[in-house]
């Protein structure tokens, strides 16, 4: 609880209008997408990198706790208050500021969506590539803290390649402008880059520069079905090293291809794993011909491609049907995100799966593995019943087991969701040649701690805390 | 001068012969390709991440300074050990660990040359796409320590865009690991990105982890002239509006067209300026013809464009002949990096070469602005008589006014080359709203100062100092 009249001068800065401090607005905002949930003290609404200022100011001197949010889709709780204090949600601060197409760049603040950037640019016919899968309600912001990206990141890069400058309020209160409006930068430290994916740890970001690319005049789609896991592998490989980068190289693994089978009957076929293609540009429909005679060479058993706009959705249907397929899989069991994000070079994807399948069947539970094959970056969604303490040790081992192969592997245990609270052990494990220059630097720019405390390397002990589950004790 | 014990101890690590310490070493290595000049005490020829590691503790413990060199190709004196100690030549690492390109990446030492690395990419029908002018010679630790780039970044992006991982030994010693092998990743700070660019001030890079990307299938070549500044830039934004990125846009002003139709006898049109324009990949030919096009559109009095081997070199020979050209232009001139690479909006172009010429006339001195107008990086070379005084007084003002005139036009003081010494005071006018960030994490990593102390920011007063030219002090 913050004293009185330090709420009082904080709803101040705001107006009372964007202050909220009800017992349901503080319930609420004490969630993201991830497994936690703890209730932050008030929730500030503010309109400008001036009252940010403030805010922050007055947070740093009377080592106030304070998080930054955008749409509240981290899965890993990045966006969860643990240490209550203040939730600055940045959502009113939704302007695209300048969108400069023949400079090559467009100017937002941090709570514009990306889906209504892209719509916008789209106009001009250039986009900001970083597809993340909440793309329709994320915002820009989040998408920079938590370095997003998605599916096209083996042709098009993460939010990292496209950040050329930010304005920042550091948290000592002092407001920072970061890179330019250029291009190219070789001037200073560059610190936007650092900022990119820091999780709103080292300040709070009040306007991005992004750069656009143009959009691709054409895309294509092609299916491919394996009945052994190591060919799909092969072929992912073979189309990579033929030089024939596609937009898009999904993969599903045979768990995934049953959820969605038995939820949507779609008939998909009976396989160890699905690639998924996108080819996209002036010479999509010869690639993906080259990409599909690259699956039939390495094993495929049926190739289906397409440039039909109604036939790529519904070849699309399966892939996007995997995240709500497996939440329906069995009744009483959520879909929850552990270990959801792995990434690992593109070639040893078929030992992950693999290794990922073996796991879950020593620990009893219900994993299955899909994801951007093109750039190695696996999603697993662990199935249990919420309410069994049993459960939740069970997930807890097998995650530490998917973690400790992914670093065998020479993986990073998150390619594109972060780590929040729910992979801090494991990041702790992957940069352990790093930590201490990580926690030089955020000492250095955070004295008081007070910047999104307890992550990015903070958190302590296990992951099973602080979650947005009540345990009802039952030791099934 | 370090104590004897300590010479005897560093060259104990590396050996005799990897040690230098002759009067014509030390003078040698007290250079780069810059205007700047300062004596080392000793030169040390690491071949190995243990030995840099065994140096840089020592050097810490004494407190002494060290300046990483990779070829000394860096323009700004960035390898310039402004206060004497050690210059660690990392060239002896020369190894390409791995090439994987299935996996999209390689892992190389610091002391691979471009070049070579780009021969073995090639054999494989891959490439690291950013191409410095010295690529040559150049080596990627370099590269990675400036942020190098080139005429490709408009379409490949900068140094920047394919650091995925890199060994560092910080400035304390400590052996420390950043970044990942995988093409994604949101694990933990962003070290890896930090590192580039930051001149060797925050640790020796031992080994790079850098994404690759397929070569492209053909290349064609415009060459475009136009008798007004304003229209050329027209078309550098019609180009890029309309979304056919070019793989390289240059631009020549009418000094640089002079210049090289007097050394080179090439026969230039004698135009405002010329624009030579580079697209790649499998509708490299549609493009050029498209890219021809909108040149015309915009007013260009001539345009040639080719996919013929011979004849494209030929297009490309002013374009590469500016720098030679310009070096000849007088007598007793040498051309001089000064406001060598500031990088502009794209749009913004026209206006800063107007500016510059004025600039140029102003001050009673000769500027060449060539460079790359797709990322709206230009370079200018200033020529003068070393050996005058008021040569090098006239320079630092236009110098000053450049930098201002850029700063105004909302660009960055250095593009592609870097600080150095050559561009500090201007750097910190660029940065002031992010210098004491800066200086914060500096300090933090390297307390004790050494690594390449006085760069980054710590260097004070004029430019024209510890300069490579003894002046004759005639003051004509």
Redesign the interface.
């Known amino acids: 609880m913050l004293p009185q009249s330090i709420t009082d001068h904080l709803i101040n800065i705001v107006g009372a209008n964007n202050a909220l401090t009800s017992t349901a607005d503080l319930y609420t905002h004490g969630f993201d997408a991830s497994i936690h949930h703890h209730t932050p003290d008030i929730i500030l609404r503010p309109r400008t990198a001036q009252e940010i200022q403030k805010i922050v100011t007055l947070a740093n001197k009377q080592k106030i706790p304070l998080v930054p949010r955008g749409a509240g889709t981290a899965l890993s709780g990045q966006a969860v208050p643990l240490h209550a204090g203040i939730v600055l949600d940045i959502t009113r601060m939704d302007t695209i500021k300048t969108i ?6 467009c100017i937002v603040e941090p709570g514009v969506i990306y889906g209504t950037l892209n719509q916008q640019l789209a106009k ?3 986009f900001f590539p970083p597809t993340p899968g909440s793309g329709d309600i994320c915002t820009i912001g989040g998408m920079v803290a ?4 998605g599916m096209r ?2 042709k098009y ?2 939010t ?2 496209y950040v050329l400058g930010m304005d920042v309020i ?1 948290p000592n209160g ?5 890179g ?12 936007e ?2 900022m ?3 999780e709103g740890t ?1 300040g709070v970001i009040t306007e991005v520069t992004l750069r656009i ?3 691709p005049q054409k895309r294509t789609v092609a299916l491919a079905s394996y009945t052994n896991l190591e060919k799909a592998g092969e072929g ?3 189309i ?2 033929q ?3 596609p937009s898009a190289l999904e993969i599903m693994d045979s768990v995934c291809i049953k959820a969605v089978n038995k939820a949507m009957k779609l008939d998909l076929p009976d396989a160890a794993a699905l690639l998924l293609i996108e080819a996209d ?3 999509a429909t ?1 690639d993906i011909q080259h990409i599909a005679q690259i699956c039939k060479s390495t094993g495929a058993e049926s190739i289906t491609f397409t440039d039909d706009k109604k036939e790529m959705q519904r070849l699309w249907q399966g892939r996007k049907g995997v995240l709500p397929s497996l939440s329906r899989y069995g009744d009483s069991f959520v879909s929850v995100s552990l270990a959801d ?1 792995m ?6 994807i078929p030992q992950a799966i693999v290794a990922f399948q073996d796991i879950a069947h020593r620990h009893g539970i219900i994993i299955g593995t899909y994801g ?1 094959a093109g ?3 696996l999603h697993t969604k662990v199935l249990l019943d919420p309410n069994s303490k049993s459960h939740w040790r069970h997930a807890e081992k097998a995650v530490d087991e998917i973690f400790r192969t992914v670093l065998k592997l ?10 929040g609270i729910s ?1 801090a052990p494991w ?1 702790k494990q ?2 352990h ?6 926690e ?6 955070d004295e008081n701690n007070i910047m999104n405390p307890g992550k ?2 903070q958190w302590k002990g296990s992951i099973i805390s602080h979650l947005r589950y009540p345990w009802k004790q039952k030791e099934n």
Not at 100 to 105: A, G, K, N, T, V
Not at 410 to 419: A, D, L, P, Q, Y
Not at 440 to 445: R, V
């Open positions: 400069r197409i023949p400079d090559l760049y001009h016919n250039f938590i370095n997003a990206s990141a083996i890069g993460a990292r390649d550091l002092d407001f920072a402008q970061l330019t409006k250029t291009l190219k930068n070789s001037s200073g430290y560059q610190l880059r650092l990119v994916g820091s080292l690319s143009p959009l992912v490989s073979s990579i090293a030089g024939v980068i540009g002036a010479t010869e994000d990434s690992v070079p593109i070639s040893r951007h750039d190695g970056n020479e993986g990073t245990v998150s390619g594109e969701h972060g780590i992979k990041m992957e940069r040649l790093a930590l201490e220059a990580m030089k630097i955020k000492n250095a720019l990015m390397g």
